[in-house]
């Protein structure tokens, strides 16, 4: 068949899920199909079999494919760091940090190298669904661009434009796109999805009508806001909101938003548990005094987000959750922020050389420029039972409270724990995804669950997100587009 691009008209108007529904309508319809994304900016990020990392959503995207995650499904990957400048991963592997202008710099080499990704997975697929990034009416960003229309028309792939209704103004969305883009790029575009639609559909009839005589472009369907999407992992932060009934909690549990939160996804399982009220802090607000677990989650800077925890007192409000007897779960930069001292003498993540822990567990890390990133099997120490995960982080942790460590990989301790056990750490990503060990980690911390099944309930979804987007949207056509 080929490939088509989904694009859209900003950030956040569900290009992710999108492409993920029209995966798992492919594999569903028995094609074999890919996701790709030439460009993705994201600080969450997964380990590939090639042992690599990509982008989160490609991850997803790859399971909705029913395929295995690869780096060529994501070959140019961007890891904020500051507020300018970004970790750059081509093809999986770690490149060094930049700033915004030394990247624009050296955008133009980037296109060859996800070309050559796109054309391999193109090779062994019936089908390549490929997601674009932000939006094509960024025109000042069009000059080198390798996430929209110039990677669309360096790979002669049909593009359709989708649009978030929830956010209003989805008209002017679509027609000012329209409106902004030069007439080769406008021509790119074969039709318009207009999502996230809540109500009657049938009372945007005029409105669809005016964007199709106003582009010139085909409408492909409304698309009803699909409620179940905060079940599938989330890549970015803004989306971190979980929709679940509201009930009567056993156990609250509050994880900090750090300023470059990253690998975020070890939330999910938990927020799913039907006993667990799991609460996002973000800035401004303060660490209740009820929540039973503080989680401390990853960092793509881990100085930086240790000052801006500093910032918003939760410092202090971790002290005092100590004191009355609270756990904190500190992952990966999480659990870097927990010990006495961060080193960093080669400046990885910026100016500073050296900073303060939060001092509840006696380690010490020093940041180093190799990077650990593989896909890990580990046991559980206090419950003997196998996580299955990830590492990827900078730096190597080290010190007398990793004499009673989290789990062990390979019979080496891994991560650490204070003496009287309410203060944990560990590198250890993806480790709630499995059932039997999010239970026995519950247990231990005094709240029973029932539990469920993580993984089908994700494949449930991913199933449910396909048969809306094909009773809503004309898929046909859509894939018509890729011959």
């Excluded at 490609?58 to 970004?86: C, F």
């Amino acid at each position: 068949m080929g490939a088509v691009m989904i694009q859209g008209t900003g950030s956040n108007v569900g290009k992710s899920v999108m492409v993920a529904g029209l995966c798992r309508a492919a594999s569903n319809r028995g094609l074999s199909v890919s996701p790709f994304k030439p460009q993705n900016m994201s600080n969450n990020a997964a380990v590939t079999a090639d042992g690599g990392e990509i982008g989160r959503a490609q991850a997803l995207q790859a399971r909705a494919s029913k395929k295995h995650p690869h780096t060529d499904m994501n070959p140019i990957l961007l890891k904020p760091e500051t507020e300018t400048g970004s970790q750059l991963i081509i093809n999986g592997k770690y490149h060094g940090s930049l700033n915004a202008g030394a990247y624009a710099n050296i955008k133009h080499q980037l296109l060859a190298p996800a070309l050559a990704s796109f054309e391999r997975l193109k090779s062994e697929a019936d089908l390549v669904i490929v997601e674009g990034a932000g939006s094509p009416a960024e025109i000042n960003l069009r000059q080198n661009d390798i996430a929209n229309m110039g990677f669309a028309s360096a790979a002669s792939v049909p593009v359709l434009l989708v649009a978030d209704i929830d956010r209003g103004g989805v008209i002017a969305q679509l027609v000012g796109t329209d409106a902004v883009l030069s007439c080769g790029d406008r021509e790119m575009i074969k039709g318009f999805i207009v999502n996230k639609f809540r109500g009657d559909i049938n009372l945007f009839d005029e409105g669809y009508e005016f964007i199709k005589a106003r582009t010139k472009w085909d409408g492909l369907g409304v698309l009803p806001y699909f409620k179940d999407a905060w079940r599938l992992p989330a890549e970015d932060a803004f989306d971190l909101t979980f929709q679940k009934p509201k009930g009567k909690f056993q156990y609250k549990i509050a994880c900090l938003c750090l300023s470059r939160m990253a690998n975020f996804d070890d939330l999910d399982p938990l927020s799913q548990e039907n006993e667990i009220d799991l609460i996002m802090i973000r800035a401004g607000q303060a660490i209740p005094a009820d929540i039973h677990l503080v989680l401390i989650p990853g960092s793509k800077s881990t100085i930086g987000d240790l000052q801006y925890l500093r910032e918003q007192g939760w410092d202090i409000d971790l002290k005092a959750h100590y004191r009355r007897g609270g756990f904190i779960l500190g992952i990966c930069g999480g659990y870097q922020m927990l010990g006495t001292k961060i080193y960093d003498p080669e400046g990885i993540e910026g100016e500073v050389k050296e900073a303060e822990g939060l001092g509840f567990l006696h380690v010490e890390t020093v940041m180093q420029a190799k990077k650990t990133l593989k896909a890990v099997s580990a046991t559980h120490l206090t419950t003997s039972l196998e996580i299955k995960g990830y590492e990827i982080h900078l730096g190597e942790t080290s010190g007398p409270d990793c004499e009673r460590p989290f789990a062990t990989i390979d019979g080496r301790p891994e991560g650490a724990s204070s003496s009287d056990g309410l203060v944990q750490g560990s590198y250890l990503h993806g480790l709630f995804s499995q059932d039997s060990f999010r239970r026995a980690f519950l247990n231990n911390l005094g709240v029973s669950v029932k539990g469920f099944s993580y993984d089908i309930k994700v494949e449930e979804t991913l199933d449910r997100l396909a048969n809306h987007i094909e009773k809503y949207l004309d898929v046909d056509k859509i894939f018509s587009l890729a011959r």
